[in-house]
């Protein structure tokens, strides 16, 4: 967990998500479609707390954990600049597997949108579950971000000297039977582990959920940059009638391993 720490320590993941909107804006249209109106949310895996600032300037009561003390640490600062600290009920140093600090059924919705891409170990992706499954009020609503792995096997397909060492055959291969991937280069992503579309919501539902929703958080991650300029070069009008198209697409079945991200929604048995 260590390596992982110190990439979070060195990584922009604030600044990922300000450059990589439609991830956001895409999680965002369904996560408040799913949430109740009011009520206490955990935002566990919270990174810098993008997602938390939306939800406590919504009126939400918000807890926040994640395993890198400085990402928790620009999470408070982020709550204090905005001025909506009030709204929160704490800011934890927490590992998603051992929410120790926090009661049973706590929270009236639950998001988790980091850490199981980094729980190699079945055990351990379990009992992260496991503790969200604990946290969370009867059928409250959970939201799960995982990787899927057919999409990192085309990245490194793609893009084989930046997925080092996915930049052979055989090592790909070895990837796509086991879903653990760890970066030749340091510095880079890793301790990571994707999951076969197939076997998010039967894993899911194992741990006591029942199954609301899947959807790509960016199934238009194909669209290159040199694409992307053509169209906003059509204007701001364009572009929305895109993310529009996305957002609407998102629930496809058939594409979501064009996305890099996978968002798992669910509901508290």
């Not at 919504?58 to 640490?73: A, E, F, N």
């Amino acid at each position: 967990m260590s390596k992982i720490i110190s990439y979070y320590n060195q990584f922009d993941e604030w600044g990922r998500l300000e450059r990589e909107p439609i991830e956001f804006q895409v999680n965002w249209h369904f996560i408040k479609k799913y949430l109740p109106e009011t009520g206490y949310i955990l935002d566990n895996g919270a990174g810098p707390g993008k997602y938390s600032i939306e939800l406590a300037k919504d009126g939400y009561r918000v807890t926040l954990t994640d395993l890198t003390p400085k990402l928790v640490k620009i999470a408070k600062n982020k709550a204090q600049d905005f001025q909506l600290e009030g709204q929160f009920d704490g800011f934890y140093t927490a590992d998603a597997k051992e929410l120790n600090m926090l009661s049973d059924e706590q929270f009236d919705a639950s998001l988790m949108l980091g850490p199981m891409y980094h729980l190699q170990e079945e055990n351990d992706r379990i009992m992260a579950v496991q503790e969200l499954n604990r946290v969370t009020k009867k059928n409250g609503i959970v939201f799960v971000a995982f990787m899927p792995r057919i999409r990192h096997i085309f990245t490194s397909l793609l893009s084989p000297n930046n997925w080092k060492p996915n930049d052979n055959m055989d090592t790909i291969h070895q990837f796509s039977q086991s879903g653990c991937f760890n970066h030749s280069d340091e510095g880079r992503f890793t301790g990571a582990y994707y999951f076969n579309i197939e076997d998010i919501n039967p894993f899911m539902e194992t741990q006591g959920f029942e199954t609301l929703d899947l959807i790509g958080s960016n199934v238009g991650a194909i669209i290159n940059n040199d694409s992307w300029n053509y169209w906003k070069d059509k204007g701001e009008a364009e572009v929305e009638k895109i993310i529009n198209l996305i957002i609407e697409k998102a629930t496809d079945p058939y594409i979501l391993g064009n996305s890099s991200h996978l968002l798992y929604i669910g509901k508290k048995n």
